[in-house]
């Protein structure tokens, strides 16, 4: 059984630039959902991806987007960049909403 | 709105000592509660899930329990050792139809030979 994996593991962008990061999902789950986590801090829930449908969002702006594909990977799109989204970030799946969550091992975005 | 709290924020024990974290929540309205270690930079991994109807849960040297009435978790390690040295997280998902879980901020934890 694989588990949640993620890419890239490190990244680096300026200012106003876009980003794309990606989840796979552990087999059999078809619920992904994405988490910003800052130093010190606990994961902040950014949205959910349940069956290729964003069905569930958190206190993040539109330029926070995402994508889940039929095999139920992910995408997680930011676009002009600012520096506050520097931060961890984490992708889970579950087999359904309220099922346990498993995380992948997370992206260190650094924005300039 | 849900408020999560871990106290602690950081603990530094002794191998060898039964340790216990705490988790808070100010609404009892829960459909479930799960505790994650994180080592540093890494991503989260699960320890135990709680069902709203369960009182404990256990695996290995870690027994969580869950009182929903008076908005409390614990997690109960066991003979720590040096390799349970790690943040130690809460989640909390709410009943009623949104999923959305609120975390704590965690309890970081250093087990010393």
């Known amino acids: 059984e694989t588990g949640v994996t993620q890419s890239p593991t490190h990244l680096i962008k300026t200012r106003g630039q876009q980003v794309t990061l990606r989840c796979s999902s552990q087999s059999g789950h078809n619920t992904v959902s994405w988490y910003q986590q800052a130093l010190g801090q606990g994961p902040q829930f950014i949205f959910q991806y349940y069956r290729e449908e964003e069905n569930g969002r958190g206190n993040f702006p539109p330029r926070f987007s995402g994508l889940q594909f039929p095999n139920y990977s992910s995408e997680l799109n930011v676009n002009a960049l600012e520096l506050d989204d520097s931060a961890l970030y984490l992708c889970?799946?579950?087999?359904?909403?309220?099922?346990?969550?498993?995380f992948g091992p997370g992206t260190r975005l650094t924005v300039l | 709105k849900q408020e999560v709290t871990q106290i602690p924020a950081a603990l530094s024990v002794p191998e060898g000592e039964n340790l216990v974290l705490n988790c808070s929540f100010t609404?009892?309205?829960?459909?479930?509660l799960q505790w994650f270690r994180q080592d540093p930079g890494k991503g989260l991994t699960s320890l135990l899930l709680?069902?709203?109807?369960?009182r404990e849960q256990t695996s290995g040297r870690l027994n969580a329990s869950l009182d929903k009435s008076s908005g409390r978790s614990t997690l109960y390690i066991a003979a720590s050792q040096p390799g349970d040295s790690a943040t130690y997280l809460c989640?909390?998902?709410?009943?009623?139809?949104?999923?959305?879980?609120?975390f704590g901020r965690g309890t970081s934890l250093i087990v010393h030979p």
């Open positions: 609404d009892s309205a829960i459909y479930n």
């Open positions: 889970a799946s579950s087999a359904g909403h309220y099922n346990e969550q498993f």
């Open positions: 989640a909390v998902r709410p009943a009623g139809g949104s999923y959305i879980p609120t």
């Open positions: 709680i069902q709203s109807s369960q």
